[in-house]
Each structure stands twice: as structure tokens, then as C-alpha cells.
């Protein structure tokens, strides 16, 4: 049986859905934090080891802070 993770989040208010909803005027944004090993669910360091975030990867990947495909884009 496959791990279902994902699910809909407000970014302003956090408060979470399983189905796609507004909030506070905008749609919430729909993440997927991977199975409970991946490492998408870890927070992100820099190369040199440094904590860049206590965010875990998943959630600045949904919001647009860093890429799938694992690339920083901001």
C-alpha cells in the first residue's frame, strides 16, 4: 500500500485540508512531504553545514524557495 502524505496548506494561517479550499482570499497551496525517510522532511543547510532554514525542504519547495529539483531559487 503506498504512503499518502500530501495535503493542502495556508501559508498565511497554516491551517491545513485534505481538499483544495480559499483562504484568506487565495487558494491554498497543495504539499507533499514525501514518506517519513525522505529527505524532503529534513530542514535545509547550506553546503558548508550551516542550518539555512528550520523549515523542512517540502515546505520551501511549495512555497517557492527552493526548487524540486533541489537548486535554491531564492
Request: hydrophobic content about 40%; some cysteine.
Given at each position: 500500500?503506498?504512503?499518502?502524505?500530501?495535503?493542502?496548506?495556508?501559508?498565511?494561517?497554516?491551517?491545513?485540508?485534505?481538499?483544495?479550499?480559499?483562504?484568506?482570499?487565495?487558494?491554498?497551496?497543495?504539499?507533499?512531504?514525501?514518506?517519513?525517510?525522505?529527505?524532503?522532511?529534513?530542514?535545509?543547510?547550506?553546503t558548508q553545514g550551516k542550518l539555512r532554514s528550520q523549515?523542512?525542504?517540502?515546505?520551501?519547495?511549495?512555497?517557492?524557495?527552493?526548487?524540486?529539483?533541489?537548486?535554491?531559487?531564492?
Amino acid at each position: 500500500m503506498k504512503f499518502v502524505s500530501a495535503f493542502y496548506l495556508c501559508p498565511v494561517c497554516f491551517i491545513a485540508s485534505e481538499h483544495q479550499d480559499r483562504c484568506h482570499d487565495h487558494n491554498m497551496v497543495l504539499f507533499d512531504p514525501g514518506n517519513p525517510e525522505d529527505f524532503r522532511r529534513k530542514p535545509l543547510f547550506t553546503t558548508q553545514g550551516k542550518l539555512r532554514s528550520q523549515a523542512p525542504r517540502w515546505f520551501l519547495e511549495g512555497i517557492g524557495w527552493v526548487a524540486a529539483d533541489g537548486k535554491d531559487v531564492h
